[in-house]
């Protein structure tokens, strides 16, 4: 089946570090690629998200590229701020299932110090 | 504003004391989903409804039951809430399950069963 394995955390950095969050997927179909974010206390929001390969996904100064290849969509940002502080969740949508769920890692949670 | 609500937002209760936790949007979406966050294995969805009067089960159905008898309402409903249930819970929405649509996360309900 389906299933997305992210980088267990957390990810400890200063502000304006860059930030890496890897992110592999196994998937049956062609799957859209996304990364949610969850701040304290709050539901996921949707960060980014990528359909084809190639696709680069990108908001707030984050980026992620589709990697078919590698079966890959990993999170960067060149200069996090204390702000970012959040746990970030790597998911997928298979055609497969009909696009009638997401499929989510297990979330890493960055912690950004001034 | 756009928003899925969850009632209530904490709940503490016993082993087999029914219970219903309400999810509703506001966006006219046809796509609802439930799904618990449990530390170190992310989210997982429980149950979805593509419409009114269609449900289906997701990964983790087991305990869980639910209704879908207006479009904006998608309660989930524990009969004989068990420790194992202890969990935090989401409920989402979409316009529709398709490729690369967003899902909107309520805020969550934490549900402790002792």
């Known amino acids: 089946g389906d299933s997305v394995t992210q980088m267990e955390g957390p990810v400890t950095l200063s502000e304006e570090a860059f930030l890496t969050i890897n992110c592999t997927y196994t998937?049956?179909?062609?799957?859209?690629l996304f990364w949610y974010v969850q701040y304290p206390g709050e539901g996921l929001q949707l960060l980014l998200k990528a359909t084809k390969a190639d696709d680069k996904g990108s908001n707030k100064g984050f980026e992620a590229t589709y990697r078919k290849e590698t079966t890959s969509f990993h999170l960067e940002k060149g200069s996090v701020q204390v702000s970012d502080s959040a746990v970030y969740f790597c998911?997928?949508?298979?055609?497969?299932?009909?696009?009638?769920?997401?499929?989510f890692g297990t979330g890493t949670r960055l912690l950004v110090s001034p | 504003e756009a928003q899925v609500t969850q009632n209530p937002r904490y709940l503490i209760t016993v082993t087999g004391k029914k219970l219903t936790v309400t999810c509703s949007q506001n966006?006219?979406?046809?796509?609802m989903s439930w799904y618990r966050q449990d530390p170190g294995l992310g989210l997982r969805q429980i149950y979805y409804s593509m419409n009114v009067e269609v449900t289906d089960k997701g990964d983790v159905p087991e305990g869980y039951k639910v209704s879908r008898k207006e479009k904006r309402n998608f309660p989930l409903i524990l009969e004989s809430p068990s420790p194992n249930q202890t969990s935090l819970y989401f409920c989402?929405?979409?316009?529709?399950?398709?490729?690369?649509?967003?899902?909107?996360f309520g805020p969550g309900t934490r549900l402790t069963v002792t």
């Open positions: 998937a049956t179909g062609y799957p859209s």
């Open positions: 998911a997928l949508s298979d055609p497969g299932t009909g696009f009638q769920k997401l499929v």
């Open positions: 989402a929405s979409s316009l529709y399950p398709g490729l690369a649509i967003e899902q909107y």
């Open positions: 966006m006219n979406h046809e796509y």
